[in-house]
């Protein structure tokens, strides 16, 4: 009940409630922000200007999703925009651990030798279709349908670029070239 009075109490343009929202997200959001832009400022300006985007679009928000998700998503949203624009490089996503995927049959399973920091470079090596696709769904954890919306791609074409982002993620784990 206090997040639903907090959110019509920023509709409402109420500055303090606006203020109790932000403090809220703002840690999660910057560390989402953070697995995107490459170095402190940009991630701290993605936040800034998403929370913008969050208090003019506010009255969009309709509560079928938490709060926090559709945040994340504009905070997605923004990071990628910003790269697109700018074609920067990621940055390194230092405790970040990939997920098993259910639908590869090999399962996602690299030798013992392979640590975070080396999936890391290997990620900082995909091309950058594939990267984002590979992070949307094994950092960030979204579905196809999903990916497909927020990158403007069919899913089929999110299902193709994580299945060649994952088997060059494996060659170059593989490899020991990372």
Not at 54 to 76: D, S, T
Not at 116 to 124: D, F, G, N, Q, T
Request: net charge neutral; charged share 35%.
């Amino acid at each position: 009940m206090f997040q639903t009075d907090l959110i019509e109490k920023c509709r409402n343009n109420d500055r303090k409630a606006q203020w109790v929202l932000y403090r809220k997200y703002c840690d999660a959001m910057f560390c989402v922000a953070k697995r995107y832009l490459p170095n402190r400022e940009d991630a701290e300006d993605a936040v800034q200007e998403s929370f913008i985007r969050v208090f003019r679009k506010l009255h969009q928000y309709r509560e079928e999703v938490a709060f926090g998700a559709w945040l994340k998503r504009i905070v997605i949203n923004y990071c990628l925009d910003k790269i697109k624009l700018e074609k920067e490089k990621l940055l390194s996503l230092d405790e970040i651990y990939p997920q098993p995927v259910e639908d590869d049959p090999g399962g996602w399973m690299v030798d013992d030798h392979v640590r975070p920091k080396m999936v890391i470079r290997a990620m900082e090596q995909l091309p950058d279709s594939c990267r984002y696709v590979v992070m949307l769904f094994l950092l960030e954890g979204y579905d196809h349908e999903e990916i497909a919306q927020i990158m403007g791609i069919t899913e089929v074409n999110s299902r193709t670029l994580l299945f060649r982002g994952k088997k060059k993620l494996k060659e170059l784990l593989t490899a020991k070239t990372v």
